[in-house]
């Protein structure tokens, strides 16, 4: 078993006891003493009495950091075999700093009570000697009780009062440090979940189109076919490639000189239709949602896009059906789309980002959104929360 040593002094303590010591070799060596000569002493007198508690008051202030509690203790029992000599100025001198380190370095409850204890003895000091004797000279032992015991006390309640401020004012700082990264983290990751959201919606269903047509062309042995499938992927590529520039421009220059194009409405969902019959599917649309909060429009706009780029991929030949309403203050989306195994025809390969996307969307608007497949049919569903107020 491992012996645990104590704790070594500070290099300050021993700064402190060694000049108290000396300091209080050279007094008595001067012969400078509390008490005049002149005054009888009745039990200790000479030079030995007087450097026991000297000595001893210097090896407690090498304790005044490590062991506060015991080097006070230790030091009112010296004070006390001090008082029966003729009495050294350094001893009383380092009595008064241990009563400070026993408040400044001790335990909370320590630091609590000696002040309230020296100033209960300081009253009593001063209360009832003059009681007794009924001298004004009686009032000197409060007084100085009190500059030897309650003064050094209060001092350092007070300086422990502040260091322990600053060190709760350095401690909030350090926390309010780690939950502004904190935020500033969340604010990115949410930022990069934005940008991941708006690049695949934005870019995904041209390259999905890309993909296919570029397969069909490769597949099929029909020159007309063929100058068909390169007329929509050059188109495809053209728009998604306007896109992706739009988006780098955005992200280079902070939004500075390039704004960003118009957040898409579901008035143009009849466009985002268009554009999808162009590419190959059977699309019909059901859509009179009437106004609506612009989060819940984009969030809409979106689902719809993303639907429509799946089925385009992944869906067997028939008719993909899109519908909007309100119903009891939510807004209903629904894409149905035929699903099964697709036989032949070239297909574009999926990551799931689409489906994780739209979810995203209805659970920042706090809505539900599920998709899965019904019978012959893969159904998206969206219910997205108006916002109160909203215009009807």
């Given amino acids: 078993m491992a012996v645990r040593r104590p704790p070594r002094p500070h290099r300050f303590d021993v700064y402190i006891a060694t000049g108290g010591l000396l300091g209080g070799l ?8 509390t008490r005049p000569a002149t005054e009888p002493i009745v039990l200790l007198d000479g030079t030995p009495p007087v450097l026991v508690p000297l000595v001893v008051m ?3 202030e090498l304790l005044r950091r490590t062991a506060p509690r015991a080097a006070l203790l230790t030091g009112t029992a010296a004070l006390t075999l001090d008082t029966v000599t003729r009495g050294s100025v350094a ?33 009593a000091g001063t209360v009832v000697p003059f009681a007794v004797w ?16 309650f003064g050094p006390a209060a001092t350092g309640w007070i300086v422990r009062d502040h260091r322990d401020a600053a ?13 502004a990264e904190k935020d500033r983290s969340q604010a990115v990751l949410a930022e990069r979940a934005r940008m991941a959201r708006e690049l695949h919606d934005m870019v995904a269903n041209h390259l999905s189109a890309i993909a296919i047509h570029s397969t069909a062309a490769l597949s099929i042995d029909d020159p007309e076919t063929s100058r068909q499938a390169l007329r929509v992927v050059r188109e495809n590529s053209v728009d998604g490639l306007t896109e992706m520039r739009r988006l780098i421009g955005i992200l280079r220059d902070g939004g500075g000189e390039r704004e960003p194009a118009a957040t898409p409405t579901l008035d143009g969902l009849a466009a985002l239709v268009e554009g999808a019959r162009a590419n190959g599917l059977d699309v019909t649309l059901d859509a009179d949602p009437g106004r609506v909060p612009a989060p819940v429009e984009l969030a809409a706009y979106r689902i719809v896009q993303e639907s429509l780029t799946n089925a385009l991929k992944h869906a067997c030949p028939g008719r993909v059906t899109v519908s909007l309403g309100r ?14 195994h697709r036989d032949g025809g070239p297909r574009a390969p999926g990551s799931g980002a689409g489906l994780v996307g739209m979810r995203e969307r209805a659970a920042l608007l706090g809505g539900a959104f599920e998709a899965g497949p019904e019978g012959a049919r893969w159904i998206v569903r969206a219910a997205l929360p108006l916002t109160e107020g909203a215009p009807q």
């Fill in 26 to 33: 050279l007094l008595v060596g001067l012969g400078v003493s």
């Fill in 58 to 60: 210097s090896g407690c």
């Fill in 91 to 123: 001893t009383l001198l380092m009595f008064t700093d241990l009563v400070y380190a026993a408040v400044v370095y001790g335990p909370p409850a320590s630091a609590r009570r000696i002040p309230w204890v020296t100033g209960l003895l300081t009253v």
């Fill in 134 to 149: 009924r001298r004004p000279e009686a009032l000197l032992i409060g007084v100085v009780i009190g500059a030897v015991a």
């Fill in 167 to 179: 060190d709760t004012a350095r401690l909030r700082a350090e926390q309010t440090a780690l939950l």
């Fill in 327 to 340: 119903r009891d203050g939510l807004l209903d989306v629904r894409v149905s789309s035929p699903y099964g």
